[in-house]
Every structure is written in structure tokens, then in C-alpha cells.
């Protein structure tokens, strides 16, 4: 099955640089990558996603890249704010099958 | 739109006790639902994906026993924690597939399972 791993498992960064989270996946069958915001106790809420079918997409501060080749995707959040502070998750699937979650990435935003 | 909800939020038991969960698509059907399991500053697992109208599939290792799921209709699906032991005390959150080119999941809030 899917292996996807997470890294770096916490990160903190001072308000209004940015932040980098990675993963990579095994399953070269796996064609769409979404990124989940999780704060503490509730659910988790999809930020930003991506298809196989192209390299990098945007959405205001938040950029995800992938790598099909080498099998890793990033999330990229720019001027970061203590709002972002939450687990981040990646996620990797293909087509009409389940996700498969990475280990997540605490991120705290310092003011 | 795509509103999932879970019912209980939480919930407290004593072992040997068996507990329901629902889960609930208010604006959608969903033709999949997913359980994941997620203990605390862990991911979350991949428990089972259910489908409306047939027998759920079971992830490697989680016992389909001990863990009934039941997907009766397009906006329901229930998971039944049977003779529930302190080990099995965790946030369970569902998820279900809105069936659009998104292949979006939407979480339902969790349930919190406390078993002592």
C-alpha cells in the first residue's frame, strides 16, 4: 500500500517568514495530494490540494509544488501569521481510493 | 455546502460496553465514508472505508469485529465499537467522499471515545 511521510514533525517560525513542509510518497499510482489544517480538536479542513497533472498551484499565501519524478510534494506558506499555527497534514491518494495521511507537522507561528 | 457531522461528540464507558458512532452527510450523498482513528498528536489511521450497500473494506491490522461499520443509506454510515477496552479510547473522525471531480473527503468533527 501508500507509505507517505512527513517531515519536519514541528517547526516554528517567527510571524511573517515563511514555513516548508515535506512529503513523499511511495505509490506511483497516487495522482491527487491534498494538504490538511488541523487545530487542536477538530476536524481536519483541506487547505490546498493537487493533481498529478501539474507542477504547482497557488492560493494566496499558501503554494503546494510536486515532484511526480521523484515522488514528493511541499507545502509552501508565505508570511505567516499566528492564525497558521496548527498540525498540518499531507495526504496522498489515487483515484476513488482512500487517503493515505503523513505523521503531520505541529507549526507555530512566534509573534 | 459538504457538511458531515458525527454524533456523539464525545463519549465516556466502562470496558465490556459497546459504543455507536454516526456519521452523517447533511447536504450530500456519499456513496463512500471513510474511519479514520487518531490519537493524540498522531496522525490520522485509516481504520475502513465503507460503502453505501455493500460490506465495509478493512485496513491491515483493525479488527472488523471489534470495529462494525455499517453504511445503510447515502448519508449514513455507523461504527460500532464492540466490548470496548481503555486501549480503544481515541478521536474517531469519519470522512465522506462528495462524489465530484474534486475527490474532496470532508471531515465530520471526531468523536471523542473515553473508556475506562
Known amino acids: 500500500g501508500e507509505n507517505v511521510e512527513q517531515h519536519p514533525s514541528t517547526l516554528s517560525v517567527q510571524e511573517g517568514d515563511s514555513a516548508v513542509i515535506k512529503c513523499t510518497y511511495s505509490?506511483?499510482?497516487?495522482?491527487?495530494f491534498p494538504w490538511y489544517k488541523q487545530e487542536l480538536g477538530k476536524r481536519p479542513q483541506l487547505i490546498i490540494d493537487?493533481?498529478?497533472?501539474?507542477g504547482e498551484k497557488k492560493d494566496q499565501r499558501i503554494a503546494v509544488t510536486l515532484n511526480k519524478t521523484a515522488k514528493h510534494f511541499s507545502l509552501h506558506i508565505t508570511e505567516t501569521q499566528p492564525e497558521d499555527s496548527a498540525v498540518y497534514f499531507c495526504a496522498a491518494s489515487s483515484t476513488g481510493n482512500q487517503f493515505y495521511f503523513g505523521t503531520g507537522t505541529s507549526l507555530t507561528v512566534i509573534p | 455546502g459538504a457538511v458531515v457531522s458525527q454524533h456523539p461528540s464525545w463519549v465516556i464507558c466502562k470496558s465490556g460496553t459497546s459504543v455507536k458512532i454516526e456519521c452523517r452527510s447533511l447536504?450530500?450523498?456519499?456513496?463512500?465514508m471513510f474511519w479514520y482513528r487518531q490519537f493524540p498528536k498522531q496522525s490520522l489511521m485509516l481504520m475502513a472505508t465503507?460503502?453505501?450497500?455493500?460490506?465495509?473494506?478493512?485496513e491491515q491490522g483493525v479488527e472488523k469485529d471489534k470495529f462494525l461499520i455499517n453504511h445503510a443509506s447515502l448519508t449514513l454510515s455507523t461504527l460500532t465499537v464492540t466490548s470496548a477496552h481503555p486501549e480503544d479510547s481515541s478521536f474517531y473522525i469519519c470522512?465522506?467522499?462528495?462524489?465530484?471531480?474534486?475527490?474532496?473527503?470532508?471531515f465530520g468533527p471526531g468523536t471523542r471515545l473515553l473508556v475506562l
Open positions: 505509490d506511483s499510482a497516487s495522482n491527487y
Open positions: 470522512s465522506a467522499d462528495a462524489g465530484t471531480v474534486e475527490e474532496t473527503q470532508y
Open positions: 447536504d450530500f450523498q456519499a456513496t463512500t
Open positions: 465503507s460503502n453505501e450497500g455493500s460490506k465495509a473494506t478493512y
Open positions: 493537487i493533481r498529478s497533472n501539474v
